[in-house]
């Protein structure tokens, strides 16, 4: 979270701060990479969260062999790992299109749909594929959250005493809030129709999966 904040808030507070919305060719491909790596970093290690979730109240007695320190090392290096191939993927193909269409990027950082905006040539399709191909492995991991969850509440509702249900799901109802609200607008910001986009509405969405 912090390093996603410090990739994208700090440049834009500098350029409020001296009237300005530039940022060079280098510092947007830099801030695109960091961005997209925190911020893929962060999805997986909300999947892993689920994961840690389901063994701890499902599976509790077999909690210290599943998720053991080595176990927990591996998932984050894992997480990391992919997120790092995921924004050097993304980056890469990104600043290979040719742009010709101004230099304006219509947001407050770097985003590929808005550099996309700039394009001159069918090349950005390649990007857009890639895009797909990463909603479906987004996909994926929410397919596995989603199932991590109905196994956790069935297990919950299965627990006689009232306070045992209420710390389960105190346990749980913050993370599946950030998941939701992540999720939601990020997919919401790259899938929505060009029929119903504007600048304002571009905004808000970005700054609720990228700050909020």
């Not at 790259?190 to 808000?204: G, T």
Request: hydrophobic share 50%; charged share 10%.
């Amino acid at each position: 979270d912090l390093g996603s904040i410090s990739t994208t808030v700090p440049k834009s507070m500098t350029n409020s701060l001296w009237d300005t919305r530039a940022i060079s060719y280098s510092g947007c491909a830099a801030q695109l990479f960091f961005f997209f790596f925190f911020i893929s970093a962060e999805y997986y290690l909300l999947t892993v969260m689920a994961y840690d979730r389901y063994i701890a109240i499902c599976k509790p007695l077999h909690y210290g062999i599943l998720m053991g320190s080595r176990a927990c090392v591996q998932m984050a290096a894992a997480a990391w790992g992919s997120g790092f191939l995921y924004a050097l993927l993304h980056t890469g193909n990104t600043f290979s299109i040719p742009l010709c269409q101004g230099n304006t990027v219509d947001q407050f950082f770097c985003e590929i749909p808005q550099i996309l905006k700039l394009s001159c040539s069918d090349s950005y399709l390649r990007e857009v594929g890639l895009i797909a191909v990463s909603v479906c492995l987004g996909f994926g991991c929410f397919i596995f959250i989603v199932l991590s969850y109905v196994q956790i509440f069935t297990a919950v509702l299965r627990i006689p005493s009232e306070q045992g249900r209420h710390k389960a799901f105190s346990m749980c109802l913050p993370h599946l809030a950030v998941v939701s609200l992540f999720l939601s607008t990020i997919i919401f910001a790259y899938l929505k129709p060009p029929s119903i986009s504007s600048p304002a509405l571009n905004l808000v969405v970005t700054v609720l999966y990228s700050v909020v």
